[in-house]
């Protein structure tokens, strides 16, 4: 079965710093481009981060540049956001995103369920 | 920045109807346009995907049409569980954007 699974959201205070963790299961990680999409609370969807398979290649919005660094593991089929100087506008569910089809990067048939992040003192 | 915008935010349709949702981009996106459906509570779910082109496992009710700037999601025969926030994404250009959703409720 073809799975994402986030980890690693939680509270944290205006200034701090998070790590989420995406474990892939079910496909080829290693060969597909991967995002981070986010969603505060009662709003739409933000798309935040992207990560070409080989890891040379990656992407942020501008809301989130400088301070969050995308990332990740193809031996061990995880996908990373390092969050830092984290503001209440960080606030959001994130999902990481991708698809089946290695030809295919920039829109996601493959979601995670989505893991919190609270900022907030 | 691609800007896309979606219209209206909220649509009211009876059980049984067509819907027809809008998405504009600020420039040209070609077909590079997708839709999804979400349920509070859930992941987005693709839909829609080239304008035009239904994901694997989507029924015919959902359609999608459009190029350049102007796209529709039209859906026919409307059910409980089509009920749901929809939101449409372009993906020409980097930074990928989404519209800011229309939510489909029961009238």
């Known amino acids: 079965e073809v799975q994402l699974v986030e980890s690693g959201g939680g509270l944290v205070q205006p200034g701090g710093s998070l790590r989420l963790s995406c474990a892939a299961s079910?496909?080829?990680?290693?060969?597909?481009?991967m995002n981070w999409v986010r969603q505060a609370p009662g709003k739409g969807l933000e798309w935040i981060s992207f990560?070409?398979?080989?890891?040379?290649?990656?992407y942020y919005a501008d809301s989130v540049r400088g301070r969050f660094t995308i990332s990740r593991d193809n031996a061990q089929n995880l996908l990373y956001l390092q969050m830092n100087n984290l503001s209440d506008e960080d606030t959001a569910v994130y999902y990481c995103?991708?698809?089946?089809?290695?030809?295919?990067?920039?829109?996601?048939?493959?979601w995670g369920r989505g893991t919190l992040v609270t900022v907030s003192s | 920045e691609m800007v896309v915008t979606q219209s209206p935010a909220t649509l009211s349709v009876s059980p049984g109807e067509r819907a027809t949702l809008s998405c504009r981009a600020s420039h040209s996106v070609n077909s590079n346009l997708a839709w999804y459906q979400q349920i509070p509570g859930q992941a987005p779910r693709l839909l829609i995907y080239?304008?035009?082109r239904r994901a694997i496992g989507i029924p015919a009710k959902f359609s999608g049409s459009g190029f350049g700037t102007d796209f529709t999601l039209t859906i026919t025969s409307l059910q409980s569980e089509d009920f749901a926030d929809y939101y449409c994404q372009q993906y020409d250009d980097w930074p990928l954007t989404f519209g800011q959703g229309t939510r489909l409720e029961i009238k």
């Open positions: 990560i070409i398979s080989s890891s040379g290649t990656r």
């Open positions: 079910g496909f080829v990680f290693g060969s597909r481009g």
């Open positions: 995103a991708g698809h089946d089809n290695s030809n295919i990067e920039r829109y996601f048939n493959l």
């Open positions: 080239d304008a035009s």
